[in-house]
């Protein structure tokens, strides 16, 4: 990861940026990273619980995080800004959540009792989607 | 990240948006580090002048180039490439971007 910045810093003409967006650990609880699952109807919307992704991608958020306090302490670039957002997936019902899951999003999986509350939200509301809420970090890092 | 029936990733553009409000992508030269299948290339390419894309999976370049209508290719190439030996020379870029592959 210190390698790959260290060549973005020299394909980056003086003055570039290296734009950095990552998934953000979870902040109650920095082991995880959360995915936040609710259900959306008519322009309302019901929290349904989280979806849970494998730790073993952790030591990589982590190691990517380490290797950018590297690059700003060694002085190649400074941070400019940094910033959290959340990027939404929209999903026409369960199954298509568990299709997903089983096919892309292989390291995250629906709870039980996540799986509860999204059944019975729908049921109520059977026009409803499924949407999860992963929340991300974009660094702007100026080369110095 | 593959394209599914019944799924939209991220339809309100939350990530291109903050992106163009953050990092200065008009006009510029953008290297995108592991593009994937294009997915956020083409949508830098709105604003951007010219992207280069590369990623170490032959396959997903494959797609990214397909999915790229005619009109953007003139102004996007997408190469197999590593992001710890990238083929191209110093000051090349204004902006380097890793999308979930730092």
């Keep these: 990861m210190v390698d790959a910045l260290h060549e973005a810093h020299r394909v980056l003409r003086p003055g570039g940026v ?37 730790m073993e991608y952790i030591p990589e958020y982590v190691g990517a995080d380490r290797a950018v306090a590297r690059v700003l302490r060694d002085g190649l670039f400074w941070l400019e800004r940094s910033e959290l957002f959340w990027l939404r997936t929209h999903f026409r019902d369960l199954a298509t959540v568990e299709r997903y899951l089983a ?3 292989t390291g995250t999986t629906l709870p039980a009792q996540t799986r509860r509350s999204l059944q019975t939200l729908l049921r109520r509301h059977p026009r409803g989607k499924i949407v999860a809420s ?10 110095a | 990240m593959r394209r599914m ?22 006009g510029s030269r953008v290297l995108e580090v592991g593009c994937g299948d294009g997915r956020l290339t083409r949508r830098i390419l709105r604003t ?6 590369i990623d170490l999976d032959r396959d ?3 797609r990214a180039r397909e999915f790229t209508s005619r009109l953007l290719r003139r102004r996007v190439r997408y190469e ?15 902006v380097v971007l890793f999308s979930w592959s730092l």
């Design chain 2, 48 to 53: 951007a002048g010219r992207v280069v894309g």
């Design chain 2, 5 to 26: 029936s019944g799924v939209r990733f991220d339809p309100e553009k939350a990530e291109i948006r903050t992106l163009l409000r953050d990092a200065p992508l008009r």
């Design chain 1, 18 to 54: 290296v734009a950095d967006i990552r998934p953000e650990l979870d902040p109650g609880d920095p082991r995880r990273r959360c995915i936040r699952a609710e259900v959306r109807w008519d322009g309302q919307s019901a929290p349904a619980g989280i979806m849970r992704e494998s």
């Design chain 1, 134 to 143: 992963d929340l991300f970090r974009l660094n702007i890092l100026r080369k």
């Design chain 1, 103 to 105: 096919g892309e999003w």
């Design chain 2, 80 to 94: 197999v490439g590593s992001a710890e030996s990238l083929p191209f020379g110093p000051r090349s870029f204004d």
């Design chain 2, 60 to 62: 997903e370049i494959t």
